[in-house]
């Protein structure tokens, strides 16, 4: 069974910085698109960034320029790279895959919380 793990998330400054990492375990064959979303209690989930297998990236409009997003592919390990966190960035922040096992399919982290407050 695959499993994405999320981790470092936490609390910090305005202003300050964060970098997340989700790991993949399993029996993965391969991994195209990688990315994370973030969501606050009552609203949908929305994208935050994507990077494919070969490394395109695609951002939100609300953070580009103040995150990165990048992903090793030997160990099936992505990133988010959270810098001049503002408030407004306070969310669940989740990973997702797409990969392939036995067939082609989508995964979900667990979540990670991020929250920004002096």
């Known amino acids: 069974q695959v499993q994405l793990v999320e981790s470092g998330g936490g609390l910090v400054q305005p202003g300050g910085s964060l970098r997340l990492s989700c790991a993949a375990s399993g029996t993965i064959f391969s991994i195209n698109t990688m990315g994370w979303y973030r969501q606050a209690p009552g609203k949908q989930r929305e994208l935050v960034a994507l990077?494919?297998?070969?490394?395109?990236?695609n951002y939100a409009d609300s953070v580009k320029g103040r995150f990165t997003i990048s992903r090793d592919n030997a160990k099936k390990v992505v990133y988010l790279q959270m810098n001049s966190l503002k408030p407004e960035d306070t969310d669940v922040y989740y990973c997702?895959?797409?990969?392939?096992?036995?067939?082609?399919?989508?995964?979900w982290g667990q979540g990670t919380q991020v929250t920004v407050s002096s």
């Open positions: 990077i494919t297998s070969g490394f395109s990236t």
């Open positions: 997702n895959a797409e990969y392939r096992d036995s067939g082609l399919r989508r995964g």
